[in-house]
């Protein structure tokens, strides 16, 4: 009966042999070439046979890097499979003739199909009446992972990994096929890059870190007979087990083929055996949940960011696929030293289990970096310890979000933000100048002013059935005002008049060309066409936004009109070395600036901003005090800004600009709006702006704002002497 099998299989053989597959098709045997980003996302298995025959195939799915600004070190990895595919130049002799003796000691000899191999193993297997041996040759092998790694359907799947023998002489014809176009060499470097060695180590080089925290390089020989033993059966032979004796074992084994195959002499073999086995063992981590304290939000703004890059794909699903597919190496904006400063600060003032956050994002003018994102939170997704919900409503079933969350507090994700008060008066203030009212206009403002504008359900204030009527914070404030005194003491009465001259819609439109976004429903309906002409308390800051955005707004300002969309990151480059580019041909990582103001409009809305820090402008009267006098003296160099609370002190903001880097902070409760933080936290943002700015900025060089020509200023321009 054997014999009857035998001659049958051998015919089989011959087929194979036969130039009858040379018309198979090939594409399931290499990883896609995905076009401008090169990575190994899971789109088919389509292949490229040049006219020549020579087969180029993509590396397989590798992990992202993500580093932090200036060398300051690995921010967070993401992958799918844990891997860095590494040429087989970069792997120690050890470990390519370790897998070779653990796996196919035939593998140089035979062309992809061991015919002895596959001989041997079906009499065994009739023998004992089942799968006993496989006979599978290293190039067989990597096939199969490869059509496994690019199905895309579950029966793909299920057709790879099935133990029939449709599926074994499937996988024989195309390793027969694949080693005529590739080298032996480089089908056991894709191999050695494929392989899976157990603890997520896809790979060589992610097996080498995990288990012995080097590169595949320095692994010795032991190391290498080690890693070699677990491809057969990585959970069997884990040599992290609470009994390592199958590990000791199988690497013993593997040992011995090679001093049989004359790999190592016999002394070596047995020095080998003799070593016993030291792991030092890595746990790679994977996404943001894994990133040094207080960097969690900023991965997951950078995470997000990605997602809405169309050179990554063509939805967010499959953006974020390439992110842990793609093996890019990115370098981040963040600057751990600012970083580091940004936290302390925030936590210095409010600790992590109040329900209040404060938080602040820093980015740099003129290019969009942004440079440090802190809050007083936990990047995590546990809230079993988290305090008491906020909102009495919400108690009984909710835990609050703190100090543990993954929510986007500061920014770039789905989270409506926060009502930022008497910051907006900045975009009413560019609006006038920009439609030719000077600094120096002058309004008479009282301590309560009807407005024409309508109450709607935004409006902090009313008076009669359908009227607004703003009023100042302080009856100091009553009298002539003009932008320098007006911004600078936040006189709400002059800004609802300096409104209804330009326009509310025009104020809006200037917000929106500074980056600010509409996400509530009440929100969006206010800034629309039909209604942003009537959105009367838009001055006051009653639209939700982010200190991501307003930090980018204030930064266009001290940019001298020139916007650039906050972005997270200065380079990206695919696993080849290559610059990662748009649809036109852009690098991604390429600064977004557009000029949206005239330089001289945003140097008059600075120099009236600097009479809210205490700096005084340099063309105009401040009038004698202002709202953040005391920014000016910690920061110690040229600042402006802009303070802004809301109505019953629910929130509190202040934006600082200097020409080098702009910040922007708040304090309210996430959980619930109508939490007031009171007037004993509002000076909590300014006061952590202004040290973060100064300890930022030590030993950087000092720059001045340059004043804004007399047009804009509203007579002959005298700059002041500048004040440092």
Known sequence: MITRTLRVF????????????????????????????????????????????????????????????????????????????????????????????????????????????????????????????????????????????????????????????????????????????????????????????????????????????????????????LLAGLVQAPSAYDPASAEPRAATARRDYVIGRMAALGYLTPALADEARATPIALRLTEPPNDCLATRPGWGFFCAWFRTWWSQQAAFGDSPGERLDALRRGGYTVVTSLDPRVQQIAQQQVLKRERTRSPYALGQVLIEPATGLVRAMAVNRVYSLDRASNGPHSDPRQRKRLHGNYPNTVNPLLGGGDMAGYQAGSTFKMFTMLAALEQGLPLSTTIY????????????????????????????????????????????????????????????????????????????????????????RTWGAFTLGVADTTPLEMAG?????????????????????????????????????????????????????????????????????????????????????????????????????????????????????????LHRVGSGNASKPRETVADTLREALAGTQVRDFVPPSAAVAGKPARPRPARH
């Open 445 to 532: 403002s009282p301590k309560t002013f009807q407005s024409k504008y309508k109450t709607g359900r935004d409006s902090p204030a009313r008076c009669g059935a359908d009227s607004w009527c703003p009023s100042n914070a302080s009856d100091s404030m009553t009298g002539r005002q003009t932008m320098y005194s007006g911004f600078g003491k936040s006189v709400n009465t002059f800004f609802v008049q300096l409104e209804q001259r330009v326009g509310a819609e025009s104020a809006v439109r200037m917000a929106e060309r500074l980056g600010l976004r509409w996400r509530t429903g009440i929100d969006k309906l206010q800034a629309s066409e039909a209604k942003a």
């Open 10 to 225: 051998g015919g089989l053989l011959r087929l194979l042999r036969t130039g009858l597959v040379a018309g198979l098709a090939v594409a399931a045997l290499v990883y896609p070439i995905v076009a401008l980003t090169g990575i190994g996302a899971k789109k088919g298995a389509d292949a490229l046979i040049t006219p020549a025959g020579a087969l180029r195939a993509s590396t397989p799915a590798q992990t992202t890097r993500v580093y932090a600004a200036d060398n300051g070190g690995l921010l967070a990895q993401f992958y799918e499979e844990y891997r860095t595919y590494v040429p087989l130049a970069e792997m120690s002799d050890s470990i390519q003739k370790a897998i070779v003796a653990a796996e196919d000691a035939r593998f140089w000899e035979h062309h992809g199909v061991d015919f002895k191999g596959v001989a041997r193993a079906f009499v065994a297997n009739q023998k004992a009446g089942s799968v006993s041996q496989g006979a599978s040759t290293l190039t067989m092998q990597y096939v199969r992972n490869v059509l496994r790694d690019t199905a895309v359907t579950p029966e793909e799947v299920n057709r790879a990994t099935e133990q029939t023998g449709a599926r074994k002489l499937r996988e024989m014809r195309l390793a027969i096929e694949l080693e005529k176009h590739l080298s032996k060499q480089e089908i056991l470097e894709r191999y050695l890059n494929v392989a899976y060695f157990g603890h997520r180590a896809y790979g060589v080089r992610a097996a080498a870190e995990v288990y012995f925290s080097k590169l595949p390089a320095d692994l010795t020989v032991p190391e290498a007979a």
């Open 553 to 673: 707004a204030f930064a266009t300002v001290v940019a001298d009109g020139r916007h650039c969309e906050p972005i997270p990151v200065t380079s990206i480059t695919d696993p080849s070395g290559a610059e990662v580019l748009d649809a036109k041909g852009v690098p991604v990582a390429r600064p977004r600036c557009a000029q949206v103001l005239s330089p001289d409009v945003a140097r008059g809305a600075v120099d009236a901003a600097r009479c809210v820090t205490g700096y005084k402008a340099a063309t105009g009267n401040c009038g004698g005090w202002s709202t953040a006098s005391r920014v000016y003296p910690t920061v110690r160099r040229p600042v402006a800004g802009k303070s802004g609370t809301t109505d019953d002190n629910r929130a509190a903001w202040f934006v600082g600009m200097t020409p080098t880097l702009t910040a922007a902070a708040f304090i309210a409760d996430p959980d619930n709006p």
